[in-house]
């Protein structure tokens, strides 16, 4: 293997651990649930996509290219800011009243989308049918 | 070279993974612990694509997509669970 391919194999896998690392301190480090979600969803992603090029680049010059790092990097791109989402949405679930007391008003007539449906929806009639039956 | 670096990378990962152990232990909410876990999920997943460099072999990227969707799956059970009380309605 040549020195130059070996020279971005080393860097990539040395930049993807450093991400893991700066991904897992963050979120030892920062104060609360909300902030502590942006570590893992952003530095995370970025080294395991650093690492996982890394493989392929590896495996690509050695003569034995695969598609399946490719499938992994698509699969964990797509679904990180769906995990965070979920995340994010349990946890605003889970405390409601001290979250509504927190959250910025929208400016508009509805509020946060979380929690009130938009207004006219049937979506929003079906939610007060809900609430009246209790 | 790369093996320097693969020895780095299996220490900054080791580290990080020890780190997600402690906001798993720790976490004062049920969340974090879940964040917690995807996390560790995800740090796994660098250090088997790690150990696949370091043997020279591409067996283990079968296990790795596997850790990958298994992730997924169980973080998005566990947040229905939390948001809903049944994961499957």
């Given at each position: 293997m040549n020195l130059f391919v070996e020279f971005i194999v080393s860097a990539l896998i040395v930049i993807g651990g450093i991400f893991l690392l700066v991904g897992s301190v963050g979120m030892i480090k920062l104060p609360e649930l909300m902030a502590r979600l942006h570590?893992?969803?952003?530095?995370?992603?970025?080294?395991?996509?650093s690492a996982l090029f890394a493989s392929v680049l590896f495996f690509a010059v050695a003569g034995d290219?695969?598609?399946?790092?490719?499938?992994?990097?698509?699969?964990?791109?797509?679904?990180?800011?769906?995990?965070?989402?979920?995340?994010?949405?349990?946890?605003?679930?889970?405390?409601?009243?001290?979250?509504?007391?927190?959250?910025?008003?929208t400016g508009s007539k509805c509020g946060w989308a979380t929690f009130d449906p938009a207004p006219g929806s049937a979506e929003g009639e079906l939610q007060d049918q809900v609430d009246e039956r209790g | 070279m790369i093996h320097y670096a693969l020895m780095f990378g299996f220490f900054a990962v080791s580290v990080a993974l020890l780190l997600n152990l402690w906001r798993l232990a720790k976490g004062p909410t049920v969340m974090d612990r879940v964040i917690a876990v995807d996390t560790m999920v995800i740090?796994?997943?660098a250090l088997i694509i790690y150990y696949g460099i370091f043997h020279g072999t591409t067996v283990y990227f079968e296990a790795a997509l596997l850790f990958a969707m298994f992730g997924f799956i169980s973080t998005v059970a566990y947040c229905r669970f939390i948001l809903r009380g049944d994961v499957i309605e």
């Amino acid at each position: 293997m040549n020195l130059f391919v070996e020279f971005i194999v080393s860097a990539l896998i040395v930049i993807g651990g450093i991400f893991l690392l700066v991904g897992s301190v963050g979120m030892i480090k920062l104060p609360e649930l909300m902030a502590r979600l942006h570590a893992p969803t952003k530095a995370t992603t970025l080294g395991i996509g650093s690492a996982l090029f890394a493989s392929v680049l590896f495996f690509a010059v050695a003569g034995d290219f695969s598609v399946h790092e490719v499938l992994i990097v698509f699969f964990l791109f797509l679904t990180a800011p769906i995990t965070a989402h979920f995340v994010a949405k349990a946890h605003l679930h889970q405390r409601r009243e001290q979250a509504l007391k927190e959250l910025p008003p929208t400016g508009s007539k509805c509020g946060w989308a979380t929690f009130d449906p938009a207004p006219g929806s049937a979506e929003g009639e079906l939610q007060d049918q809900v609430d009246e039956r209790g | 070279m790369i093996h320097y670096a693969l020895m780095f990378g299996f220490f900054a990962v080791s580290v990080a993974l020890l780190l997600n152990l402690w906001r798993l232990a720790k976490g004062p909410t049920v969340m974090d612990r879940v964040i917690a876990v995807d996390t560790m999920v995800i740090n796994a997943i660098a250090l088997i694509i790690y150990y696949g460099i370091f043997h020279g072999t591409t067996v283990y990227f079968e296990a790795a997509l596997l850790f990958a969707m298994f992730g997924f799956i169980s973080t998005v059970a566990y947040c229905r669970f939390i948001l809903r009380g049944d994961v499957i309605e």
